[in-house]
């Protein structure tokens, strides 16, 4: 059953991202159901092992049209309607929020995602040097962590959050 669920994740993660992004696949792999504050489904995450850090495929669906922050927040908790159950962003190395931060950025922060007029969009990212589990700072720590879909764009730059507005959808990251 267990190499079932691996290799169902492997297709997927090859349907995502492309047959190279599965390669790597078998050193770990966690998902998320993305919800919004009502409960109602906004899309999937895939998260993969890869030898150069933890691969991020995430699928929107039913979002409203424009640019969106994702992040990977601390807390494995997605309290609606507001999520602020999941906590911060991802930050082991205790830095300022944002790509263009010259103090940042923080290991959950990850780039806009574009959704269309039919309210899908997708996001493909490299967390690079991230770890899912083992490691300095795994992201399967004891309180678990979290996808995040935000309201607004990410400005890469404006600590704590990017100014990227209200937890619009969220997700619990799963092994």
């Given amino acids: 059953m267990r190499g079932t669920k691996i290799l ?3 297709a997927i993660a090859a349907s995502l991202t492309g047959a190279a992004y599965a390669q790597h696949a078998m050193a770990g792999h966690a998902m ?3 919800v919004d504050g009502q409960g109602q489904t906004k899309g999937k995450a895939m998260l993969m092992q890869g030898k150069d ?9 039913g979002l409203p049209a424009g640019v969106h922050a994702v992040h990977v927040h601390t807390i494995g908790t997605c309290t609606g309607p507001d999520f602020a159950s999941a906590g911060g962003h991802w930050n082991p190395a205790m830095k300022q929020h944002g790509q263009d ?3 940042g950025a923080h ?7 574009s959704v269309v007029a039919d309210g899908t969009g997708k996001m493909n990212f490299v967390i ?3 770890m899912l589990n083992g490691g300095s700072a795994p992201l399967f720590d004891t309180d678990g962590a979290a996808i995040v879909i935000h309201a607004a764009a990410d400005d890469y730059k404006t600590d704590p959050t990017g100014a990227a507005g209200g937890r619009i959808a969220c997700g619990i ?3």
Avoid: E, R, S, T
């Fill in 32 to 34: 998320a159901d993305l």
């Fill in 101 to 103: 931060n010259p103090m």
């Fill in 173 to 175: 990251i799963k092994k």
């Fill in 53 to 61: 850090g933890i691969h991020v495929a995430v699928q929107g669906v």
């Fill in 107 to 113: 290991m959950g922060d990850m780039p806009n995602m």
């Fill in 128 to 130: 690079k040097g991230a």
């Fill in 8 to 10: 169902a994740a492997v």
